[in-house]
């Protein structure tokens, strides 16, 4: 276990990512009075354009659907919830963790993965399209709020985070971001938490939303002993307890087993590598943020299970291929007649094809549809495709 000896001045452990020792930002500027280098990036990302269009992008049901079920914001300050407690127990920081959580998912398109798939083979012919460099594109470049730099000029720290896995083709287009994949290094501690986080509250909380939407029941998710487990030891503590406080207590306990599993694993690997530095954890043959075996195996047939039994329910394909649809007429009609788009995309797609030719006039459409939220995007749809609709 770690001990005091192990912590500098800050309180925070030797391998954790340091303000005063961040490999700093694109574009220099002053340091702030009163926050943190990583506070600040959390602030930018929460005052940014794309954080709030994630209150109408979709998790797994699309926004109309029903007031309860979970967004990407909604998604996002639940694995910011959860990073941050994993991140104190194990004396990181727990600022730059919440702020990659916060972050993750800007670049994501309208729809959820059923448009991120019909956005990449769209830009198939053009380099593709991936949320996750989306994402960093989002804070590097399409973001405009400030008058000295494009984009939200984060810390390298927390753009590392957002990046979470890159091809090596793409890699080398992206400098000291995407130096790791060529070395095929570990990203910092903060964002291995991050990371994790995520594949926690999406598992966890999607057994929520589909149990809400009828796709799922309580008698086929007690075939998980993940939720089998919890969900005994509820019954037998309150056993006259309504199916939703039921359902809330069971996802509850499953996510505090899982987060304990978590922390309890990643305090040992990281007492058996011992690093020394935030360097020395990039360093590392493995992440030292970790799941144990038996927790892993039950993470992951939950994982298969909501894929089997929600991601490809046919409700839900329904929705998806109304969706594909849209993402792929849309940017076919942008790509077809960049005119048809606000003055500012159409001199973004100009410059870009100034510059990359008929790729950069791709990038800019695709920047536009992947910014839009569900709903701006069925609406566009309609204004270019339904006669009776109002332009």
Request: glycine share 6%; with cysteine.
């Amino acid at each position: 276990m770690m001990n005091a000896a192990q912590s500098d001045s800050d309180g925070l452990a030797p391998y954790a990512a340091h303000d005063e020792r961040s490999r700093g930002r694109r574009f220099a500027e002053p340091k702030p009075e009163f926050r943190s280098e990583f506070q600040r990036d959390r602030d930018r990302i929460i005052h940014s354009n794309a954080f709030r269009r994630l209150v109408y992008k979709t998790q797994v049901f699309v926004n109309h659907e029903g007031d309860l079920y979970r967004t990407r914001i909604t998604h996002s300050i639940e694995v910011a919830q959860i990073g941050r407690s994993v991140a104190r127990a194990l004396r990181v920081n727990e600022t730059l963790t919440e702020a990659i959580s916060l972050a993750h998912d800007l670049g994501h398109t309208p729809f959820g993965h059923a448009g991120q798939d019909a956005l990449n083979e769209c830009m198939r012919p053009y380099g593709g399209f991936e949320h996750n460099l989306q994402s960093l594109r989002v804070v590097d470049e399409l973001e405009e709020r400030y008058a000295a730099f494009p984009g939200l000029n984060l810390t390298f720290e927390c753009r590392e985070g957002i990046l979470k896995h890159c091809s090596a083709r793409i890699a080398q287009q992206l400098g000291d971001i995407g130096e790791r994949f060529l070395r095929h290094q570990q990203p910092g501690i903060e964002a291995q938490i991050a990371n994790l986080a995520d594949e926690i509250a999406y598992n966890n909380h999607d057994v929520d939303d589909g149990i809400r939407a009828g796709l799922i029941d309580l008698q086929q998710l007690n075939e998980m002993r993940l939720f089998r487990r919890q969900y005994e030891v509820v019954i037998a503590e309150h056993p006259n307890l309504g199916e939703r406080r039921l359902v809330h207590e069971v996802i509850r306990r499953m996510i505090n087993h899982i987060v304990v599993d978590l922390i309890r694993t990643s305090q040992q690997r990281i007492t058996e590598a011992n690093p020394v530095s935030i360097d020395a954890v990039r360093l590392q043959p493995r992440p030292l943020i970790a799941l144990s075996d038996t927790t892993l195996e039950e993470h992951r047939e939950l994982m298969r299970f909501l894929r089997g039994r929600v991601y490809r329910h046919y409700k839900v394909l329904r929705m998806t291929t109304k969706a594909r649809r849209v993402i792929q007429e849309l940017f076919g009609a942008f790509m077809a007649d960049v005119q048809l788009m606000p003055p500012e995309h159409q001199e973004a797609a100009a410059r870009g094809e100034e510059t990359q030719g008929t790729a950069g006039r791709a990038r800019a459409v695709a920047d536009y549809v992947a910014g839009m939220t569900d709903r701006y995007a069925i609406l566009e749809h309609a204004r270019l495709y339904d006669p009776a609709e109002r332009t």
